[in-house]
């Protein structure tokens, strides 16, 4: 089973809302990710956790907010997003033991923000 | 610094027939490994085949192999008995070193004619 879910699938939400994302995986992978991918482009990576830590932040905007309470659940906590945040979000996960692992990916969270 | 570079914006091919998508990729890295996603309008990335710096055969994987040339760097996807729900955008894309940063290339949008 290479299943990574995320929820919910679509978000609108102003400027002034805080909302959060999230992901779940099931494989015991210990290396979970967060992408942005905007329209016609390729992904981006944002945020790495590797066994619960976090180890990448490709400076990210503090408005994004990372948290992974257990090696199985990923979120993305949003405050005071700009309209040009909206975009594709999407999580990964990987067995996180070495390099070139497979990174299997959830379906997604569309991001509207007005 | 890593580099994938997908020359073919659009490519056009007719059922049954196969298709080869074009990937080089450049990397000081000596342990690294490619891999191929497909992305349909849905947004959802799904991994469709790796290839490890150090394989000395070429990945297969059902109706898709990878032309792996590492001499001249490149990893192209051969996609055998196109279907019409291979329409999609594909990313190539590559992990080096002790890094599991997934870096990818612009993707080339696939369109499989009836």
């Known amino acids: 089973d290479t299943e990574v879910t995320q929820t919910p699938k679509h978000l609108v939400m102003g400027m002034t809302n805080k909302k959060s994302l999230k992901c779940e995986q099931h494989?015991?992978?210990?290396?979970m990710y967060w992408y942005k991918q905007k329209a016609k482009k390729p992904p981006e990576l944002m945020f790495v956790y590797s066994y619960e830590k976090l180890s990448i932040n490709e400076s990210v905007p503090s408005r994004f907010s990372p948290e992974c309470p257990n090696s199985s659940l990923l979120n993305l906590h949003l405050h005071a997003l700009q309209p040009e945040d909206s975009a594709l979000y999407l999580c990964a996960s990987s067995q996180g033991r070495g390099f070139a692992e497979t990174q299997y990916f959830g379906p997604g969270t569309r991001l509207l923000v007005l | 610094a890593q580099k994938i570079t997908q020359t073919q914006p659009g490519m056009f091919v007719q059922e049954k027939e196969a298709v080869t998508l074009d990937c080089t990729y450049d990397?000081?890295?000596?342990?690294?490994?490619l891999f191929w996603y497909k992305q349909p309008s849905s947004g959802e990335m799904i991994f469709l085949i790796y290839?490890?710096?150090?394989?000395?055969q070429n990945a297969t994987e059902g109706r898709y192999s990878l032309n792996f040339q590492k001499a001249r760097k490149s990893a192209n996807l051969v996609i055998s008995a196109s279907q019409l729900g291979d329409s999609a955008m594909y990313f190539c894309?590559?992990?080096?070193?002790?890094?599991?940063?997934?870096?990818f290339g612009t993707g080339t949008l696939l369109a499989v004619q009836p």
């Open positions: 990397t000081s890295d000596q342990s690294y490994g």
């Open positions: 494989m015991g992978h210990r290396a």
């Open positions: 290839q490890g710096s150090y394989d000395e």
């Open positions: 894309a590559m992990i080096g070193g002790a890094t599991n940063k997934l870096i």
